[in-house]
């Protein structure tokens, strides 16, 4: 047998999990894939050293990574101590993180972002208010945030936005990352003009279906353009509720983009499974399989996969890889404990966005240390 990553799996014939994938031009050893995941360890928006420590425990040798969630710009932030990728400052700091993945063999994409209306006067410049595609403010204190009334862009605003996504996406390349995940999800800028419940624009960027999903798709070409399309991946959650980001029809728009996507042959779709609309225990198996059939390159699913969700999604070809969140984040040599079916480390969410460089960040145990 192949072995995987010092011995990530102890049978003759590997878990689903664990077989070898090609995306595009990367070698991938096995299909467990590290969401993005905000961890709000970076002062000043600028990435730090224990970044390198975090991402690089959690590397493999042909394991594909993605990293935080990346502000585009000085309008982008939504929170505190998140990183940015629009200086040479930002790109700097990033470069021994990238660094440090690389040299364990790993693949590492930088997810880029912008908060959009999901924000306040206190992370804008000059306390200015956040920019969306509506006026329209979320609920004040909607999971617990201090959100403030945003402003509605202009239609001839728009491309210096889709800009700064080009320029991001450059800079990543610069600090050496393998390509990028455009954000298009959880209520964030690109979801807010994605759906119909928020999105009352009456330009050509709003109404349709077709216009509504003008924006996304602008920046999808623009980032394309700058990098090639062999380094651009997108995260789309059509059926999530989050932020008061909700379309009427997200199976249909779901469909749309897929369909769309395809046009500028990016390298991988990374989408959310609908079951938080379905409640706990109550899922709806199989949902993203219209997307999934429609959609020519890479399928990422993610949200309430297990070790055997994730071995049956890969077996029954439902998508080619898995994005875990929280079980990675607790257990940094996760496709190592799946292989052995060893047991797993309890994530501690009271930790999960401290500022603490160690604290529920880079102190979770190996399998051995456990």
Not at 48 to 64: D, I, K
Not at 164 to 180: E, H, Q, Y
Not at 199 to 221: H, K, M, P, Q, W
């Amino acid at each position: 047998m192949t072995v995987l990553n010092n011995d990530l799996s102890s049978k003759t014939n590997p878990i689903p999990l664990l077989t070898p994938y090609k995306i595009g031009q990367f070698e991938l050893s096995h299909r467990i894939v590290l969401a993005p995941l905000t961890r709000s360890r970076s002062y000043g928006n600028v990435p730090q050293p224990h970044a390198a420590v975090y991402y690089s425990q959690r590397a493999t040798n042909g394991g594909l990574l993605i990293a935080e969630a990346t502000g585009v710009s000085i309008t982008a932030q939504g929170y505190p101590n998140t990183p940015g990728i629009w200086t040479e400052e930002h790109v700097e700091a990033w470069k021994p993180i990238v660094d440090a993945v690389h040299q364990k063999g790993g693949i590492f994409f930088l997810q880029i972002w912008h908060a959009g209306r999901v924000s306040n006067y206190g992370f804008q410049p000059n306390g200015q208010a956040p920019i969306s595609c509506t006026d329209k403010a979320i609920t004040p204190r909607h999971e617990g945030g201090d959100w403030s009334p945003p402003r509605r862009l202009r239609t001839d605003e728009i491309p210096s936005i889709v800009n700064d996504f080009r320029l991001a996406a450059r800079n990543a390349i610069k600090a050496g990352f393998d390509g990028v995940e455009i954000h298009g999800a959880y209520g964030y800028l690109i979801d807010q003009f994605l759906k119909d419940q928020v999105n009352d624009r009456s330009d050509e960027y709003g109404g349709t279906l077709e216009n509504r999903c003008r924006f996304a798709l602008e920046i999808v070409e623009s980032v394309s353009n700058e990098i090639g399309a062999d380094r651009v991946g997108i995260r789309l959650s059509p059926h999530a509720t989050v932020m008061e980001s909700e379309d009427s029809d997200p199976d249909a728009l779901a469909l749309h983009m897929a369909n769309a996507l395809n046009k500028f042959n990016i390298l991988y779709i990374h989408m959310i499974e609908p079951r938080m609309l379905e409640g706990a225990g109550n899922e709806a198996p199989h949902r993203l399989l219209p997307i999934r059939k429609a959609f020519k390159n890479t399928f990422i699913a993610a949200d309430g996969y297990n070790r055997t969700k994730g071995n049956k999604a890969i077996a029954d070809n439902y998508a080619d890889l898995i994005a875990y969140g929280r079980l990675f984040l607790s257990n940094p040599d996760l496709p190592r404990r799946y292989g052995l079916a060893a047991p797993l480390n309890n994530y501690d969410s009271s930790t999960f966005y401290i500022p603490d460089p160690v604290v529920g960040y880079t102190d979770y145990p190996f399998l051995e240390e456990a």
